[in-house]
T-cell receptor, first 110, second 116 residues
Framework: KQEVTQIPAALSVPEGENLVLNCSFTDSAIYNLQWFRQDPGKGLTSLLLIQSSQREQTSGRLNASLDKSSGRSTLYIAASQPGDSATYLCAVDAGNMLTFGGGTRLMVKP | ETGVTQTPRHLVMGMTNKKSLKCEQHLGHNAMYWYKQSAKKPLELMFVYSLEERVENNSVPSRFSPECPNSSHLFLHLHTLQPEDSALYLC???????????????FGPGTRLLVL
């Protein structure tokens, strides 16, 4: 059974810092890995999707990497801003369903 | 706005009540999903529908009953729930089933359910 773990569970940083969120998964037989953002009381918004054949994807200040063989992904956020405060979830797709990690709750202080 | 709407946004019900959650997607997608998000656990997939047929039931108790009358609408019928069923219930949709292409899911805002 696929298990997804995210470290750290919570993170508080001052504005302007570069930061890295980590995601690990136990079964490397995946189609893709996705990073989502969830604001309090709201649904999820897709940030980046990395196909299993890809190593990384970039969108603006966000960069996600994937090392399928070691079961790891990182989400790099450059020059963090207070508006980045949210919970970040990674999910792996092994066909028909997404398995989610527990999330990293990020607070960026002005 | 993601194109996926859910009603009601908040629901309080007793253990003997019957209620339904509604999800509607305006994206022309063919697959729809129900997820449960509890305070202490990761987001869990409950049901998957593709072209109005259920393709996945992730060991969900029978007190949760999904219904997909067409590709734009998904319901979750609730009866005799337990307090531990209190959670945020999220609906999502995608063009096709995930895993077959560069596919992502679009999520609704969720229904916050409290069972007393």
């Amino acid at each position: 059974k696929q298990e997804v773990t995210q470290i750290p569970a919570a993170l508080s940083v001052p504005e302007g810092e570069n930061l890295v969120l980590n995601c690990s998964f136990t079964d490397s037989a995946i189609y893709n890995l996705q990073w989502f953002r969830q604001d309090p009381g709201k649904g999820l918004t897709s940030l980046l999707l990395i196909q299993s054949s890809q190593r990384e994807q970039t969108s603006g200040r966000l960069n996600a990497s994937l090392d399928k063989s070691s079961g790891r992904s990182t989400l790099y956020i450059a020059a963090s801003q207070p508006g980045d405060s949210a919970t970040y979830l990674c999910a792996v797709d092994a066909g028909n369903m997404l398995t989610f990690g527990g999330g990293t709750r990020l607070m960026v202080k002005p | 706005e993601t194109g996926v709407t859910q009603t009601p946004r908040h629901l309080v019900m007793g253990m003997t009540n019957k209620k339904s959650l509604k999800c509607e997607q305006h994206l022309g997608h063919n697959a729809m999903y129900w997820y449960k998000q509890s305070a202490k656990k990761p987001l869990e997939l409950m049901f998957v529908y593709s072209l109005e047929e259920r393709v996945e039931n992730n060991s969900v108790p029978s007190r949760f009953s999904p219904e997909c009358p067409n590709s734009s609408h998904l319901f979750l019928h609730l009866h005799t729930l337990q307090p531990e069923d209190s959670a945020l219930y999220l609906c999502a949709s995608s063009q096709g089933l995930t895993g077959t292409r560069e596919e992502t899911q679009y999520f609704g805002p969720g229904t916050r359910l409290l069972v007393l």
